[in-house]
């Protein structure tokens, strides 16, 4: 159940991220990505790992391009890889 939840969420995000202004306001955009980010900034560092592990999962199982670059960036743009 959680692979699913996270997936449906990193959908979402991809979603937002490739919106244009016609479809969502950037500022209501900008709010939500910044929700998002506090929460994955509160998780433990195996959590954000385990995140970036189902959200990578799904960026290789999208068949569109755009959508699927859009995922796979998720993990590096919400800060879930430790890159130290």
């Excluded at 699913?4 to 016609?22: G, H, K, T």
């Excluded at 569109?64 to 800060?79: S, V």
Aim: charged content about 30%; aromatic content about 4%.
């Amino acid at each position: 159940m959680l692979d699913q939840i996270v997936r449906a969420l990193a959908e979402l995000l991809a979603s937002i991220d490739l919106a244009s202004d016609e479809e969502i306001d950037s500022d209501f955009a900008a709010t939500l990505q910044g929700e998002v980010a506090n929460v994955f900034d509160s998780l433990s560092v195996h959590d954000r790992a385990r995140l970036a592990e189902i959200i990578a999962h799904a960026a290789e199982r999208e068949q569109a391009r755009e959508r699927r670059e859009a995922l796979a960036e998720i993990p590096q743009a919400y800060g879930l890889r430790d890159n130290d």
